[in-house]
């Protein structure tokens, strides 16, 4: 396992190769293998891709981030400016429901509400606005349709089929249950990366509405 020190300097050199990242901009701090950013970047698709770079360094257990942002003058725009620039973004993506998720901007943080079919849906729309500019932060509420309760067993059955295809080192070590539409995740993850691809396989299945994500990461 990697000493904090280590891992603060993987995170600061993993923060310098990040193109879209100014490095220079941001303080980093690790303790138990925690990472804390924490200083000031131009734009809210920086510090998503701030947060995506820590997240891939090997041995980061978990992450807070203090990272504001602040707007060049040239970057700022009116509320209105963004949530007509969201609103034209969404209505063009062919891959989100027309008319299904409705936007809001307060202060350049634009929140995203309403319903669609599947997790997807949801991850696409957040990802078309995340790096529209003037937005200073992104708050998704976007919910998936209610559907008729599926046999909890063959959803569960699923997931883990799911997760072995992936090729997940740690599918055996971790355990999914169900409850109604809700399936939750519990165990270890070799790392954040397998994480992400245990509760990406739960939302992707059939029958599932909801995701509770109770998995650990440990690093051998």
Same mark, same amino acid.
């Given at each position: 396992m990697k000493s904090d020190s280590q891992l603060k300097h993987d995170v600061l050199d993993e923060l310098k190769w990040e193109p879209s990242v100014n490095a220079t901009n941001v303080g980093v701090e690790v303790r138990d293998g925690i990472v804390t950013l924490a200083g000031r970047v131009e734009s809210f698709s920086e510090k998503w891709h701030a947060e995506r770079a820590v997240q891939r360094v090997h041995g980061v257990r978990? $992450? @807070?981030? *203090?990272?504001n942002v602040e707007l060049p003058g040239l970057r700022q725009h009116t *509320? +209105?400016? &963004? +949530? +007509? @620039? @969201?609103?034209? &973004? $969404? *209505?063009? +993506?062919?891959n989100i429901p027309k008319k299904s998720i409705s936007v809001m901007v307060e202060n350049g943080w634009l929140t995203l509400s309403g319903t669609v079919d599947w997790s997807y849906q949801r991850l696409a729309a957040a990802q078309a606005v995340r790096h529209l500019l003037g937005v200073t932060g992104l708050s998704d509420q976007i919910v998936l349709k209610s559907v008729p309760a599926s046999d909890p067993h063959a959803v569960k059955v699923a997931i883990e089929a799911a997760l072995k295809r992936r090729a997940v080192d740690s599918a055996n070590s971790i355990s999914v249950t169900m409850l109604g539409t809700e399936a939750t995740l519990t165990g270890m993850a070799g790392s954040w990366s397998e994480r992400e691809f245990a509760e990406e396989a739960a939302w992707c299945t059939a029958g599932v509405r909801s995701v509770v994500d109770r998995i650990s990461v440990t690093y051998q």
């Open positions: 978990g $992450l @807070a981030v *203090d990272v *509320d +209105a400016d &963004i +949530a +007509a @620039a @969201a609103r034209n &973004i $969404l *209505d063009w +993506a062919t």
